[in-house]
């Protein structure tokens, strides 16, 4: 009775492990396509890497009049060797979001990175930062934007 009870058991466990497992739901970039260009003695070859190279890392908004939402566009071009692909862009705060390019930029395109600002609930000097995940070296770049949120009725 208890062998057969622990078949059962071992049965039900290993089939709800291999079902848990193959899972389709994470739609981001898989590691094994963002390399790693490290080697195992910390030296690497950067010369065959991608590369960003924004035209701004920093955009001023300036006075904007809470409630309103702002966008901007990071352009960059991939200045590297290699295809250049963003696996993740997260922001500080809720309040910001990102668009950006799934596929990936071959060396010399271009690209750009969207972000829109919602300054609902925000006064006075605002400052988000915006982290982008990529195949380069290193692998995160920072981006931030900035604004002075006046209350309604206030000066432009």
Do not use: W
């Not at 960003?52 to 006075?63: A, M, N």
């Amino acid at each position: 009775m208890i062998k057969k009870a622990f078949i059962i058991l071992s049965f039900i466990f290993s089939t709800t492990f291999f079902v848990s497992c193959t899972s389709n739901e994470n739609k981001s970039l898989s590691g094994d396509v963002i390399n790693n260009p490290n080697t195992a003695n910390g030296k690497s070859d950067r010369s065959k890497l991608p590369a960003f190279t924004f035209v701004e890392d920093v955009h001023d908004f300036g006075k904007i009049i809470e409630g309103e939402s702002v966008s901007f566009d990071f352009k960059f071009r991939n200045s590297g060797k290699s295809d250049l692909l963003i696996s993740d862009v997260s922001t500080s705060c809720g309040c910001t979001v990102p668009i950006y390019t799934k596929e990936p930029i071959r060396p010399g395109q271009q690209g750009t990175i969207k972000v829109t600002f919602s300054s609902a609930g925000k006064r006075g000097f605002q400052s988000k930062n915006i982290v982008v995940v990529a195949n380069t070296q290193p692998n995160t770049t920072t981006l931030r934007i900035k604004a002075q949120v006046v209350s309604p009725g206030s000066e432009k």
